[in-house]
């Protein structure tokens, strides 16, 4: 089988030279003077793009990790949660909650829609025992964005502390831990960074500091553990355990290519990709499932599988016919969607039109009524609005 | 300051052309066709160099999740452990499972030594109570090696599970984890496989599986989860989270190297490299920590330090004199030894020269009394022999 | 400045992976037994990709340096050649012949037509005194291809040498050295093979060698010489002079590429992809240079740019606003044709789509009359009726 | 057959991570704006190595093309040339100059010492009519320096022009184009500067142009032309055929690092790495061919092969029992010496250890006698004066 010529996926995506060439670059001893600093740097650097003045851990293992090790470092059978669930992630989210035995209030609204603000204050005020709330950012599955803008200040009103996903919006939407109050913000390398997935970027507030090491329970000498890199790493200046140097290597490279460009133009990349891709989908009579623009995100566009389409078929066309690798849904929405991601490389130049056109090509091969050449057409003026801007 | 020359250290350590090509080559999407046939493919040949017939679990981080997730898997409150204390890993271990609650019977040996199986058979006998024996293959921080081709079939004679580290032997020495029985096997990829840290390799036997079944406490959905695994993707097809693309394609370009040139040759090349540079070190003055030749490792060589000698002092010589990066001790053996590694590349050609010379001359310059010109011809010796044999 | 997403030119082009990987590996002593064995094996992918059982000799300069070499091997002031003109190239080689004294019989066609065989077979008869005759299969300028494989015997007929420049066209179009009776074929490993442009790969007849033999003026212990590298390489084992190792790894790589896919799909794949090419353009409006369908090059579109636009205007907005790199043009056409490249990577999947869509939108940006979803929707479906053939 | 560990040679050398990664990275269209400026950067970059404030002119092949189109440049049957003959490369370009028609006045030294600038000035004072010096630096085949420092002055006073061989000294030795008057200076990628050999890196002075535009047979549209680079790319911008992309990218790379680093430091470091080996080889019994410290090279050490041992059997024992692959000879020194080069990366950290071991242990295994042990323990001290320095 041949390798695909694009990956327009909702992550792992393709990486750009320079990430590859870190990545491939000789493995380094991780207590070499060299590699120490250059983990500290990078540390420093994610924490720019987390805008935050406060400590980044950089756990060793993919996102989830990092999302059950906050979840474990404050959530215990004593905890009353208030979970938003706007889509698959966070009902899962939701599920975890449960099994470390919280009481969790949950809040849900259809999974091509976002949490309303209002609702949120609503329940804080209805429910003051909660202590944490959960929220994802943007639901991967569902390619929508949640206003933690406001719902982070509103949490830190009623006294909770906030766990925010934000693994896939980080660099394709704007995260604003410091500002919006977020006390757990975690992330990844392989969605809007566009590095490799085996690593958790955690954001620790103060408070959410506090709050560990005032949980007894709270792992220590576990791989699930935030505190022990604090204790080892932060006060020791030793590893809690061996780090995954190729992955830090290409976090650095991909922060810095993300720094220098500067998060404000990165972030306007990715919306404008993805804003052009849902124009050129509508024009080519494809629907995008986020039920507003308001709503869609930045990283990601799911895009509605037309009744009597089958979803497996169309993306196996699309790559095929087409060389091009774009993504399935999860959960609920599994033949409901597929989605073309806008992450790094992929939302430069034309790649949102190569996405948008095999897709709505492979549902015209498919028997789909579409307008291929409205779709590019309407993509490209987008795109060209953009760049001429 | 200037990158080292020479990365002669107990891991992680430098990698293959083949290996960095590898991974430095594009992140693929973890669900495309491709990557999903390497991914088992890979599974399969870590099993051939673990020597087995069973399941090879890759977890997504570095070994000593896999070490957790075998112990959360099997050891409850209920179950009396015996650990077999050789060094400061599992000594450590031993800290692990008291922390679980578990009953743990420790024997303890001289940190430069192994344990006797005939001890071990005792205590199984003094202990019928014991149903899981933990024991690690290499106590990397002291270069020394346990029987664990004995241990394995006297704890399954007993009815006992077996943990066994083979972190930074595999590849290195002989494990067969089929044929000692051994019941979870976790090793890492950067050590004798020369890639990078991101995952842990854990051989799980079918008694494994089962054990961890009939206990309500094993991790599930969890990142410590070994029954997630077998759900997810060995059952269902797909990941239980995003795994780690890039350690994935370097592990497979290591097994392949390893495959190619043999297993049996591969294990030779770094047993000899090893006796080669024991053998310069005792000529030029230098003692090995290990205490005979029978126990010492043959992927790491930890030097005793001489007398007035700062450790510290002397690796950061080594290094900016020389170029030549080795590694420290770790636990109570910070300050009495260093380390080099014969890891990898680093067994190869004249690598033992290398290092040996480098540390002599060091060791010299500081003051000690050694004889450079022996320690040089006499590693170099030993290597000829070897490689005109 | 910003470096393009998307290199779509007329050569040098982008690299697979695979040749990028071979270019940055450790490079080789050239008289390392792996080396030497490695030339020798690229000379013979070489002559496989130009279906030869002749002689291919890796010259170690572009491709100009195998013309300007072939010509002094055998054109003499006492020559007289017959210049097959359909371009620039061409004509250019045509002053290299009377530089050397040669007297030259031009025949020159319209730069976007191709020559005729039957013109060429009454050229020859009226001038029975040509002994050699010059033709240029891919004029890339242009965008046109001459008949060689008609030209090729005719010359052959009339005991004629013919010198064949198919720098563009190996990989993309039929070249058939040994069938057609080219006595010199030049090409270089930058345009259809997508590899570096370092090297001349020139494949030498019986009749060839033994003309140069028979020239008391073809060059010996010079960097232009054939001869050194029959004396030097192919006779004694030794370089003439130090080869491109680096070069020569990519090449290898290249043609290791071509021949698994498999020549003929190769060719294939240049065809359609210029052939969906051309049908975009013409349905956006805009016209290829080439005269027809039949004289159209495979490697490369030249388009003819519209009245009042200007084509260095039109190439930068295609670079920064669109992030595509296109090709411009060469001496006489400059100004007149700006050109999309479907050499290698370009050939695949939907890069058609992304050169025709980005170069008839920039049009459109500075005012030109074009219909751009029709552009895109004809190429997409071009390249679908390929894909699913 | 394995790849050796370790590339000790006389060039082609092992090129560095970063210049590695700057070959295997994209191929650039030659056109676009970023590889326009890349290429005057790097121009720039190798004047600064030559110490020249006078144009460079990359010629895109190995070192030979620009020695011979200096010498088309400028010399006719007309000219009388001086040719200083030290070793094989002097010799082979008598011959050149010779077939050229020109008058040439050898003066032949024993290959194993350096041309005595007394003598060149007598023959220049005999010789009136010599207006041309053709000198090589460093005899790479004998590993002797010739005092161009001296040599070049002597020149110019008389009113001749020099043609400098540079080509392995370039970055190992002092080399000031403009102080010393070398009218053409040509080097390679290759050797000190390590990276590939597909480039010719030539310095020529105001005078040369002058000599070349007032010599009617210098070349022009030619592949040996200087002249054509001036016109085409000084004057119009243009290359005049395609430049080797990726060896331009590894060369900006290579001088990145030498200029980073320092070049007067990186000239002390390759003179040191070879007076270490050469004060190694002695000590084991060994004689390096060089007649004194005073005419040794520091790029490349010549070792006299002793009596009795065949220099092929003792190259490929050296490779195949130890993965040290080093040079043999060339022209008349062919079975006389065998040689270790010390050119980039090899003359730093213990590279010289491993070379001057793996020779003589090779040299022991074949009978000689040699004190291995002697040789590392003063190869080590020698390095370890220079590095604590």
Chains 1, 2, 3, 4 share one sequence.
Request: glycine share 8%.
């Amino acid at each position: 089988m041949r390798a695909p010529a694009f990956t327009l996926t909702a992550g792992p995506v393709a990486a750009s030279p320079r990430v590859l060439a870190a990545l491939g670059s000789q493995i380094e001893y991780d207590y070499d003077p060299i590699f120490l600093e250059r983990f500290r740097a990078t540390q420093r650097k994610v924490a720019q793009i987390f805008r935050t003045e406060g400590d980044v851990v950089l756990m060793q293992g993919e996102a989830v990790l990092g999302l059950e090790a906050a979840a474990l470092g404050i959530v215990t059978p004593a905890t009353t949660c208030l979970n938003l669930v706007s889509g698959v992630y966070s009902k899962w989210f939701g599920e975890r909650l449960r099994r470390l035995g919280a009481t969790v209030v949950e809040h849900e609204v259809p999974f091509n829609s976002a949490v309303d603000p209002a609702d949120v204050e609503a329940l804080l005020v209805a429910h003051p025992q909660v202590s944490v709330v959960a929220v994802v950012h943007c639901e991967t599955p569902s390619g929508t964005l949640n206003p933690i803008r406001e719902i982070g200040p509103l949490a830190r009103a009623h006294g909770a502390m906030v766990i925010c996903d934000v693994v896939s919006s980080l660099g394709g939407s704007d995260v604003r831990v410091d500002e919006w109050g977020l006390d757990f913000c975690v992330s990844g390398p392989q969605k809007c960074l566009a590095s490799t997935p085996g690593l958790s970027l955690v954001a620790v507030s103060d408070r959410a500091w506090e709050a560990m090491h005032a949980n007894p329970a709270a792992p220590r000498r576990s791989y699930l553990s935030l505190l022990d890199w604090q204790t080892a790493w932060e006060q020791e200046g030793r590893f809690p355990y061996t780090p995954s140097v190729t992955d830090v290597l290409g976090l650095e490279a991909a922060c810095d290519e993300v720094l220098e460009e500067g998060l404000e133009a990165v972030i306007a990349r990715h919306e404008n990709a993805a804003r052009a891709a849902r124009a050129g989908l509508r024009a080519g009579g494809v629907e995008p499932w986020a039920a507003s623009e308001e709503v869609a995100a930045s990283c990601v566009t799911s895009i509605t599988v037309p009744d009597g389409i089958d979803e497996a078929e169309l993306r196996m066309l699309v790559r095929n016919r087409y060389g091009v690798v774009i993504s399935g849904a999860q959960g609920e929405l599994v033949g409901k969607v597929v989605r073309i991601g806008h992450m790094g490389i992929a939302s430069t130049s034309l790649y949102p039109l190569v996405g948008v056109s095999a897709v709505v090509q492979a549902l015209g091969d498919l028997g789909a009524a579409v307008d291929v050449g409205a779709a590019s057409a309407t993509t490209l003026a987008a795109l060209a609005e953009r760049a001429s801007a």
